[in-house]
């Protein structure tokens, strides 16, 4: 037992009752996650395409943190820990988000040109998926977008559905038939119960973070967003012209985001290096051979690292990546097979049982299989009624997928984050099955809302943290769906607001990656064995193993995972990670309590950068408006 469990242990033994923690505080931060700081991620997200979820997370709780503790009435652990889990759900801006990709999706050239059986891509696609043109995209207040925005919240709330009833059976069997250790739940128990801001320093950390990253903010992002100025580049500094006469090919460059650079603080520095190594020998290695022996016929010189990136990954990249993610994330779970028939006949013995837990908050076996059956099923007989013209084949298959994959993989990556605390997910097996169904190239079964989820692993370790903070888990799960409807709400106004201000992609919201994700998506739901090359897939399979190898059976400290996250990622954001993490090592003999610090230190600098985005765009909606002729 390390530490950090003695603690919690201890700690939660002073405490035996549950209570709530769902408190008039928990609703003002999620009030404050959604209409405050959820422009600030949206606009990010528009501007860099990442998310930036976790930042954004940590920024609230410990804002709220601060801000009680000054009005000497701490936060609750119960408070804290169902803040730390509805704050990010408050956000919820990557369904609203995924309503402008559609369109631009649907109406993008690469998909116009894509031809099946001599009819464009862009009319097969359903209206209930995305609508037809009307023009540019500038407002989700658009009867055309009713449709679309209903069926993806519908879908949301199957897959909760389905999530939460596999997250309580697997919580019950990993905890209380079978123990298993989940080490990050200590972790996550910790961090909520220390929260009560005793030390003054951290105050002062917290707040001069954020006035550097307000400073920053307001010179990368506000001068965009407000006066239409750029003094430094968005979303990073390009060198490929510098680099092209001796490495044709190859991309080079360095992010301008302070959170990229805040996040070499926080992940280990192996991880960092793995990552940047991968990103190294696809971007400044492989590309110059690929170009010298004629495998990207179509660069040339002068190609910008954002088109040399997106163009290098569809054309060459694709179906490799493909592989390298199935492998590095089936590849730990088939390490221990004998998982799917343990947990069976461990579900055997739940089922004997009364089904109750803590308080009497654990419902019987047959209403949690019921939910999970309204998640899966519902959104079978929901794409049946949108495709009434399946073929019986396509029908089972959809009901194996939703019903049968989603337990199976849900059961076998709950039990691989129980002993290892890493949650890989199994991807593109969906699509796998349509392949070997001979599923309609383009048709409507590619886009249909389907719930194959996974999330029920997740929610496992959740349900464990609320076990070791006491907190309730029905006042967890109430709260999650209340701030769920108030952040899809809000989220379509944001959208909304910000496409006011200009339309996606721009010189404004330049969106770098959605070119690649539309060329991955066309050729996926037209050309689907260009993605999947089986052998491909067997050569990095063998590959990765290989590497896993290493991980596994030596001392070198080598993370497989991020050597393959590093092979997908453009160069600037693992440069400047690194960079951080090499300034982290240097305010790590500067500063006393380096591992608690440097949690205020992100959390600050997101807490300042958020304030100071949505800040800016509140102002340049009103110059907007103001400019509007009436």
Same mark, same amino acid.
């Given at each position: 037992?390390?530490?950090?469990?003695?603690?919690?242990?201890?700690?939660?033994?002073?405490? %035996? =009752?549950?209570?709530?923690? #769902?408190?008039?505080? /928990?609703? *003002?931060? !999620? @009030?404050? $996650?959604?209409?405050?700081?959820?422009?600030?991620?949206?606009?990010?997200?528009?501007?860099?395409?990442?998310?930036?979820?976790?930042?954004?997370?940590?920024?609230?709780?410990?804002?709220?943190?601060?801000?009680?503790?000054?009005?000497?009435?701490?936060?609750?652990?119960?408070?804290?820990?169902?803040?730390?889990?509805?704050?990010?759900?408050?956000?919820?801006?990557?369904?609203?988000?995924?309503?402008?990709?559609?369109?631009?999706?649907?109406?993008?050239?690469?998909?116009?040109?894509?031809?099946?059986?001599?009819?464009?891509?862009?009319?097969?696609?359903?209206?209930?998926?995305?609508?037809?043109?009307?023009?540019?995209?500038? %407002? =989700?207040?658009?009867?055309? #977008?009713?449709?679309? /925005?209903? *069926?993806? !919240? @519908?879908? $949301?709330?199957?897959?909760?559905?389905?999530?939460?009833?596999?997250?309580?059976?697997?919580?019950?069997?990993?905890?209380?038939?079978?123990?298993?250790?989940?080490?990050?739940?200590?972790?996550?128990?910790?961090?909520?119960?220390?929260?009560?801001?005793?030390?003054?320093?951290?105050?002062?950390?917290?707040?001069?973070?954020?006035?550097?990253?307000?400073?920053?903010?307001?010179?990368?992002?506000?001068?965009?967003?407000?006066?239409?100025?750029?003094?430094?580049?968005?979303?990073?500094?390009?060198?490929?012209?510098?680099?092209?006469?001796?490495?044709?090919?190859?991309?080079?460059?360095?992010?301008?985001?302070?959170?990229?650079?805040?996040?070499?603080?926080?992940?280990?520095?192996?991880?960092?290096?793995?990552?940047?190594?991968? $990103?190294?020998?696809?971007?400044?290695?492989?590309?110059?051979?690929?170009?010298?022996?004629?495998?990207?016929?179509?660069?040339?010189?002068?190609?910008?690292?954002?088109?040399?990136?997106?163009?290098?990954?569809?054309?060459?990249?694709?179906?490799?990546?493909?592989?390298?993610?199935?492998?590095?994330?089936?590849?730990?779970?088939?390490?221990?097979?004998?998982?799917?028939?343990?947990?069976?006949?461990?579900?055997?013995?739940?089922?004997?049982?009364?089904?109750?837990?803590?308080?009497?908050?654990?419902?019987?076996?047959?209403?949690?299989?019921?939910?999970?059956?309204?998640?899966?099923?519902?959104?079978?007989?929901?794409?049946?009624?949108?495709?009434?013209?399946?073929?019986?084949?396509?029908?089972?298959?959809?009901?194996?997928?939703?019903?049968?994959?989603?337990?199976?993989?849900?059961?076998?990556?709950?039990?691989?984050?129980?002993?290892?605390?890493?949650?890989?997910?199994?991807?593109?097996?969906?699509?796998?099955?349509?392949?070997?169904?001979?599923?309609?190239?383009?048709?409507?079964?590619?886009?249909?809302?389907?719930?194959?989820?996974?999330?029920?692993?997740?929610?496992?370790?959740?349900?464990?943290?609320?076990?070791?903070?006491?907190?309730?888990?029905?006042?967890?799960?109430?709260?999650?769906?209340?701030?769920?409807?108030?952040?899809?709400?809000?989220?379509?106004?944001?959208?909304?607001?910000?496409?006011?201000?200009?339309?996606?992609?721009?010189?404004?919201?330049?969106?770098?990656?959605?070119?690649?994700?539309?060329?991955?998506?066309?050729?996926?739901?037209?050309?689907?064995?260009?993605?999947?090359?089986?052998?491909?897939?067997?050569?990095?399979?063998?590959?990765?193993?290989?590497?896993?190898?290493?991980?596994?059976?030596?001392?070198?400290?080598?993370?497989?995972?991020?050597?393959?996250?590093?092979?997908?990622?453009?160069?600037?954001?693992?440069?400047?990670?690194?960079?951080?993490?090499?300034?982290?090592?240097?305010?790590?003999?500067?500063?006393?309590?380096?591992?608690?610090?440097?949690?205020?230190?992100?959390?600050?600098?997101?807490?300042?950068?958020?304030?100071?985005?949505?800040?800016?765009?509140?102002?340049?909606?009103?110059?907007?408006?103001?400019?509007?002729?009436?």
């Amino acid at each position: 037992m390390t530490n950090i469990e003695a603690d919690v242990i201890t700690n939660s033994s002073d405490d %035996s =009752l549950y209570q709530s923690g #769902f408190t008039w505080r /928990i609703w *003002l931060a !999620i @009030i404050y $996650s959604a209409f405050i700081l959820q422009p600030a991620a949206i606009y990010l997200y528009f501007v860099t395409n990442n998310w930036f979820i976790g930042a954004v997370l940590n920024t609230t709780i410990v804002l709220f943190a601060v801000l009680a503790k000054m009005a000497d009435n701490p936060l609750s652990k119960q408070e804290v820990f169902i803040m730390m889990n509805v704050t990010s759900t408050a956000l919820g801006m990557e369904m609203i988000v995924a309503v402008v990709f559609n369109y631009y999706l649907r109406h993008h050239d690469i998909t116009g040109s894509a031809l099946i059986n001599g009819i464009s891509l862009t009319e097969l696609i359903p209206d209930w998926f995305a609508p037809e043109y009307f023009g540019p995209l500038r %407002s =989700l207040f658009n009867p055309v #977008f009713f449709i679309p /925005i209903g *069926l993806l !919240i @519908i879908t $949301s709330l199957l897959s909760k559905a389905a999530d939460l009833s596999l997250g309580l059976i697997f919580n019950y069997l990993y905890t209380k038939v079978e123990v298993l250790p989940f080490p990050t739940a200590y972790v996550d128990a910790a961090a909520a119960k220390s929260l009560t801001w005793e030390n003054q320093r951290h105050l002062q950390i917290f707040s001069m973070s954020a006035i550097i990253a307000s400073i920053i903010g307001v010179v990368i992002y506000a001068f965009p967003l407000v006066l239409k100025l750029t003094f430094i580049p968005i979303p990073w500094f390009d060198f490929n012209e510098s680099i092209e006469a001796f490495l044709p090919g190859a991309s080079l460059g360095i992010a301008t985001d302070i959170l990229a650079f805040a996040t070499g603080f926080i992940l280990p520095f192996n991880v960092v290096v793995c990552i940047l190594l991968g $990103s190294i020998f696809v971007n400044l290695i492989m590309n110059p051979i690929l170009v010298a022996n004629g495998l990207l016929p179509r660069w040339s010189p002068g190609m910008s690292l954002l088109d040399t990136y997106n163009y290098t990954q569809l054309e060459f990249y694709l179906p490799w990546t493909v592989g390298l993610v199935i492998s590095a994330s089936l590849i730990p779970i088939l390490k221990d097979p004998r998982i799917f028939g343990k947990t069976i006949r461990d579900l055997r013995k739940l089922s004997k049982g009364k089904g109750e837990d803590i308080e009497g908050e654990m419902p019987r076996l047959s209403v949690l299989i019921g939910f999970f059956l309204l998640g899966t099923l519902g959104s079978s007989f929901l794409v049946v009624f949108l495709i009434p013209d399946l073929p019986m084949r396509l029908i089972l298959l959809i009901i194996i997928l939703t019903v049968g994959w989603s337990f199976l993989s849900t059961l076998a990556l709950a039990y691989a984050f129980g002993i290892t605390a890493n949650l890989p997910g199994i991807p593109y097996f969906k699509e796998s099955l349509f392949i070997a169904a001979d599923a309609p190239l383009g048709g409507e079964i590619w886009f249909a809302p389907l719930v194959i989820t996974q999330g029920g692993a997740g929610w496992v370790a959740t349900f464990k943290v609320a076990d070791l903070t006491k907190t309730k888990r029905m006042s967890l799960i109430k709260a999650h769906f209340i701030a769920s409807f108030i952040a899809w709400g809000a989220g379509i106004f944001w959208v909304t607001a910000l496409l006011s201000i200009s339309e996606v992609p721009s010189v404004i919201y330049p969106v770098p990656f959605w070119n690649l994700d539309v060329g991955k998506v066309v050729t996926l739901v037209t050309n689907p064995q260009v993605v999947f090359n089986p052998l491909i897939v067997g050569i990095t399979f063998i590959i990765v193993l290989i590497l896993y190898g290493f991980e596994w059976g030596t001392a070198i400290p080598i993370s497989v995972i991020s050597l393959v996250v590093g092979t997908t990622t453009a160069i600037p954001y693992p440069i400047l990670t690194f960079l951080g993490a090499l300034f982290a090592r240097v305010l790590k003999t500067r500063m006393s309590d380096w591992e608690s610090d440097r949690a205020v230190i992100l959390a600050g600098l997101g807490a300042g950068l958020g304030i100071t985005i949505s800040l800016a765009t509140f102002l340049s909606l009103i110059l907007n408006t103001i400019a509007l002729p009436f």
